[in-house]
Nanobody, 123 residues
Framework: QVQLVESGGGLVQPGGSLRLSCAASGSIFSIYGMGWYRQAPGKQRELVATITSGGSTNYADSVKGRFTISRDNAKNTVYLQMNSLKPEDTAVYYC?????????????????WGQGTQVTVSS
């Protein structure tokens, strides 16, 4: 079994900062990539940032220059440092992991999602 556990959400004033963490655990053989997505009320889930196993990153235009994604490979953990937060960043943030998992003597590639963490930017 594989679990993604997120933490770090909360309420912050405009211009403030938050750091999200997502730790993957379980029968993980390797990690292809991890990322963060968000979903605001009444809107579709959208990509925020992704990072590959090699460290290549990709960001939504709306967060470039404000958010930074990083990984600790030894801990199977991905972080999202969010600075200069705006009210429009308010959403539930979901961690995603593209994994090679071990099932018995075999491996397979699967996609996993965390439970989501609320980020609210408001004065």
């Amino acid at each position: 079994q594989v679990q993604l556990v997120e933490s770090g959400g909360g309420l912050v004033q405009p211009g403030g900062s938050l750091r999200l963490s997502c730790a993957a655990s379980g029968s993980i053989f390797s990690i292809y990539g991890m990322g963060w997505y968000r979903q605001a009320p009444g809107k579709q889930r959208e990509l925020v940032a992704t990072i590959t196993s090699g460290g290549s990153t990709n960001y939504a235009d709306s967060v470039k220059g404000r958010f930074t994604i990083s990984r600790d490979n030894a801990k199977n953990t991905v972080y999202l440092q969010m600075n200069s937060l705006k009210p429009e960043d308010t959403a539930v943030y979901y961690c995603n992991a593209d994994l090679k998992i071990a099932i018995g003597i075999e491996t397979m590639r699967r996609d996993y999602w965390g439970q989501g963490t609320q980020v609210t930017v408001s004065s």
